[in-house]
């Protein structure tokens, strides 16, 4: 069956500190993976896309990675701060009319 | 106003209510989305329609009702729920009509959060 895996539990790290979230899927074959943040009781925020001819994305502070062959993607803040505090989700190409499927999302918590 | 807007941002029913959700971009996009999100349980993608035109509905039941009159609303009527239907409902935008895309980027509102008693 098809899955997008995200760490259920939340991730806590200290401030400066670099964040990794995982994203791992079974039974895909996106063309592209996206990444997006969201606040309590607030829509999600588009942060970052990248395709599967791409390795590695980076955009200020936050870098994602690509492995078609492992089924992976992780995500990364480096530097991070507790304004970086929120869920982020992952989002693949499924099948079907623009169909984005999501995973559940990993709480980032990040201590001052 | 810009993005996506959401109204109203909290709901409360009861079961044997008549209630509708409105949602509005002003982004320019052809294609709008509801989905549903449960505590715990990844964004589920109820409806999608693209230059107003329904084309994807993923079996949802006839309690929700989509309508779409113009590529800058999307309204969800709610008929008779179920206390199981209490989530957040986001709508969402996108710029790209048809099968393939080149970003699929969605932009979304701030939700719906609704309560069925």
Redesign the interface.
Known sequence: SQK?EQN?EALNIQEGKTATLTCNYTNYSPA?L?W?RQDP??????LL?IRENEKEKRKERLKVTFDTTLKQSLFHITASQPADSATY?C?L?GT??????????TRLLVSP | ETG?T?TPRHLVMGMTNKKSLKCEQHLGHN?MYWYKQSA????E?MF?Y?LEER??NNSVPSRFSPECPNSSHLFLHLHTLQPEDSA?Y?C?S?Q?V??T?N?????????S?LTVL
């Open positions: 997008i259920s592209y996206q997006y009781g607030r829509g999600p925020v588009f896309l989700l989002a190409e079907g009319f623009q169909k984005l499927v999501f995973g559940t999302g | 996506v959401q294609a715990k349980k990844p964004l993608l999608v693209s084309v994807e957040l986001l969402a996108s790209v048809g099968a895309s970003t699929g980027e969605l932009f979304f509102g701030e939700g959060r």
